[in-house]
């Protein structure tokens, strides 16, 4: 158990619908990634957060946004839902930027 | 364009042998280099590291090679049991702390 969560473990939606994925970062950890893995793929960096504020945007779509709250759990909105949006999401925290990132167990959405 | 990549996509090794994993990047700038190992259904749980500043880092069974002229490192793993069987991802990081992850090796070690 790597002390990140990430709720909910699968959503299943349809096509334009929106959805929010919800992640805890570990006690004392500051710093909160978002990333994507598609079918078969690796991992894909969207977002990054800092104690409330973005620090790194990678490949994310102008369709999907983010947010870090005071008490430091992030979501990650995905709107206008797309087919090819399926796929499984993770989130990684740390306490500082340079510290290993751990991984919670990861979201898996599916669009039908 | 890939800048991590790991061009097996799977390997599979007998029990007791040595599993060597590798990757390459393209990416100069890259200054750490981490080894992730992924169960089915789970996150990827973080296995050993490396500094751009040194070639080789050991732990127990686990050890990580860095070339870095060839851009090339490799996780070696020895000796393989059966619960080594996952799938690997290696990352490297840029000054700062975004990750960027290969595409992933199955591992399958057989008893």
């Known amino acids: 158990d790597s002390g990140v969560t990430q709720t909910p473990k699968h959503l299943i939606t349809a096509t334009g619908q929106r959805v929010t994925l919800r992640c805890s970062p570990r006690?004392?950890?500051?710093?909160v990634y978002w990333y994507q893995q598609s079918l078969d793929q690796g991992l894909q960096f969207l977002i990054q957060y800092y104690n409330g504020e973005e620090r790194a945007k990678g490949n994310i779509l102008e369709r999907f946004s983010a947010q870090q709250f005071p008490d430091l759990h992030s979501e990650l909105n995905l709107s206008s839902l797309e087919l090819g949006d399926s796929a499984l999401y993770f989130c990684?925290?740390?306490?500082?930027?340079?510290?290993?990132?751990?991984f919670g167990p990861g979201t898996r959405l599916t669009v039908l | 364009d890939q800048q991590v990549k790991q061009n097996s996509p799977s390997l599979s090794v007998q029990e007791g042998r040595i599993s060597i994993l590798n990757c390459d990047y393209t990416?100069?700038?890259?200054?750490?280099f981490l080894w992730y190992k992924k169960y089915p259904a789970e996150g990827p749980t973080f296995l050993i590291s490396?500094?751009?500043?040194?070639d080789k880092n050991e732990d127990g069974r686990f050890t990580v090679f860095l070339n870095k002229s060839a851009k090339h490192l490799s996780l070696h793993i020895v000796p393989s049991q059966p619960g080594d069987s996952a799938v690997y991802f290696c990352a490297a990081r840029e000054a700062g702390n975004m990750l960027t992850f290969g595409g992933g090796t199955r591992l399958m070690v057989k008893p």
């Open positions: 006690s004392g950890d500051l710093s």
């Open positions: 990416n100069s700038m890259f200054d750490y």
């Open positions: 990684s925290s740390n306490k500082r930027v340079t510290d290993t990132q751990y």
């Open positions: 490396i500094s751009s500043i040194k």
